[in-house]
T-cell receptor, first 117, second 116 residues
Framework: EPEVTQTPSHQVTQMGQEVILRCVPI?????FYWYRQILGQKVEFLVS????????KSEIFDDQFSVERPDGSNFTLKIRSTKLEDSAMYFC???????????????FGPGTRLTVL | AQKITQTQPGMFVQEKEAVTLDCTYD???????LFWYKQPSSGEMIFLIY??????QNATEGRYSLNFQKARKSANLVISASQLGDSAMYFC?????????????FGAGTRLFVKA
């Protein structure tokens, strides 16, 4: 069964450093997303991406964040200068359709746990 | 405002028994989808079941069923014949077709403990 994959599974970085989190969405999906989950808290939407551009972003997704689909398979989230409060689990997700039916289900990857020291 | 409420922070169930996890939602969009995800201790988010706002029947997927009461805006997850491997965090989530944009919004989750 196709699945979303993410690398690395765990990333430790120093405050102020840049990190890139990588995702490979399900191959026939058209919509891509990043979410984050601070430990013990609810899952929060960061950004969605469609047709090679950001389609929606939350207030969390400030200028420190960027997303890119550098080729036909990868989808990346870059944090330019990490802060302590960026420590969280970051989930990539993808869906085939936008909304309206079961096909719009977002399938999540296993997550990347980011620890900022 | 679009909102998901899960009022049970933790639930216990005996192995082989059924358990219901509560979820209520708020939206003014007539077209929406409701989802349940399971998050085991390993951290991944596993899709369990989907219910569309226009679906006439309650969704079922194996041991999972969704008790959808549209007028009450509730979408409770029923797990039948609980297994030890069902111990996990469970999130109710919603997407709004017309007004919600691209995101899924999540409830705070319910942690389920299955006792042997």
């Amino acid at each position: 069964e196709p699945e979303v994959t993410q690398t690395p599974s765990h990333q430790v970085t120093q405050m102020g450093q840049e990190v890139i989190l990588r995702c490979v969405p399900i191959s026939n999906h058209l919509y891509f997303y990043w979410y984050r989950q601070i430990l013990g808290q609810k899952v929060e939407f960061l950004v969605s991406f469609y047709n090679n551009e950001i389609s929606e972003k939350s207030e969390i997704f400030d200028d420190q964040f960027s997303v890119e689909r550098p080729d036909g398979s990868n989808f990346t989230l870059k944090i330019r200068s990490t802060k302590l409060e960026d420590s969280a689990m970051y989930f990539c997700a993808s869906s085939f359709r936008l909304a309206g039916a079961r096909e719009d289900t977002q399938y999540f990857g296993p997550g990347t746990r980011l620890t900022v020291l | 405002a679009q909102k998901i409420t899960q009022t049970q922070p933790g639930m216990f169930v005996q192995e082989k028994e059924a358990v219901t996890l509560d979820c209520t939602y708020d939206t003014s969009d007539p077209s929406y989808g409701l989802f349940w995800y399971k998050q085991p201790s390993s951290g991944e988010m596993i899709f369990l079941i989907y219910q569309g706002s226009y679906d006439q029947q309650n969704a079922t997927e194996g041991r999972y069923s969704l008790n959808f009461q549209k007028a009450r805006k509730s979408a409770n997850l029923v797990i039948s014949a609980s297994q030890l491997g069902d111990s996990a965090m469970y999130f109710c989530a919603m997407r709004n077709a017309n007004t919600g944009g691209f995101k899924t919004i999540f409830g705070a989750g319910t942690r389920l403990f299955v006792k042997a």
